[in-house]
Nanobody
Framework: QIQLVQSGGGLVQVGGSLSLNCEVF??????????VGWFRQTPGKEREFVAA????????DYADSVKGRVTISRDNAKLTVDLQINSLKSEDTAIYFC?????????????????WGQGTQVTVSP
């Protein structure tokens, strides 16, 4: 089993920036096959795709709602994934989750991911 440990987040003002980090633990993590994604969720709503990175190729996908403001990157040596969010908006307020799945086809579909981080709150204040 793969364990994902998240850090970062917190309270940020509109227009500000923050970085979320996801560290991967577990010998079954496959650099050639695994994808790491970020999702977010607000009360009463389903988890929403934010961004994903395919580990081996480094190819990235972004949700239209965050494209241009978000950058996802990975550190192959540290087995970490960072999500940088700029120009924060109030609608970015959510609990953010990182997740990983093997042989993910559609990165925006949460059910394609098998293992999830603990979640971290991001609150954007006016």
């Amino acid at each position: 089993q793969i364990q994902l440990v998240q850090s970062g987040g917190g309270l940020v003002q509109v227009g500000g920036s923050l970085s979320l980090n996801c560290e991967v633990f577990g010998r079954t993590f496959n650099r050639y096959r695994n994808t790491v994604g970020w999702f977010r969720q607000t009360p009463g709503k389903e988890r929403e795709f934010v961004a994903a990175i395919r580990w081996y190729s480094g190819a990235t996908d972004y949700a239209d709602s965050v494209k241009g403001r978000v950058t996802i990157s990975r550190d192959n040596a540290k087995l970490t994934v960072d999500l940088q969010i700029n120009s924060l908006k109030s609608e970015d307020t959510a609990i953010y989750f990182c997740a990983t799945g093997r042989n993910v086809i559609s990165t925006e579909i949460s059910s394609e991911y098998e293992d999830w981080g603990q979640g971290t709150q991001v609150t954007v204040s006016p």
